[in-house]
Nanobody
Framework: QVQLVESGGGLVQPGGSLSLSCAAS????????MGWYRQAPGKQRELVAQ???????NYADSVKGRFTISRDSAKNTVYLQMNSLKPEDTAVYYC?????????????????WGPGTLVTVSS
């Protein structure tokens, strides 16, 4: 079993910054991709940013130039630095890890989500 724990959400004024982190632990064999998704009230969950093996990154158009995703592979941790925050960035942010787990020698596909952390951008 693999667990993801996010931290760093909170309330920030428009134009401000927040940093999120997400640590994966448990029976991990490999993590090929880690990402951040968000879901605003009444909307579908959407990809915010993703980082895959060898450091390639993908960003939603709405956050390009403002958000930066990074990863510490040795710690199975992913970070999201969010700058120039806007009210429309308000959402619950979820961490996701994709790869393979290894439980007692048996490998299985891994697709784990964290419980989410609320980011509120408001004056």
């Amino acid at each position: 079993q693999v667990q993801l724990v996010e931290s760093g959400g909170g309330l920030v004024q428009p134009g401000g910054s927040l940093s999120l982190s997400c640590a994966a632990s448990g029976n991990i064999f490999s993590i090929d991709a880690m990402g951040w998704y968000r879901q605003a009230p009444g909307k579908q969950r959407e990809l915010v940013a993703q980082i895959i093996s060898r450091g390639r990154t993908n960003y939603a158009d709405s956050v390009k130039g403002r958000f930066t995703i990074s990863r510490d592979s040795a710690k199975n941790t992913v970070y999201l630095q969010m700058n120039s925050l806007k009210p429309e960035d308000t959402a619950v942010y979820y961490c996701r890890a994709e790869g393979y787990s290894d439980y007692e020698g048996e490998m299985a596909a891994l697709d784990a989500w964290g419980p989410g952390t609320l980011v509120t951008v408001s004056s």
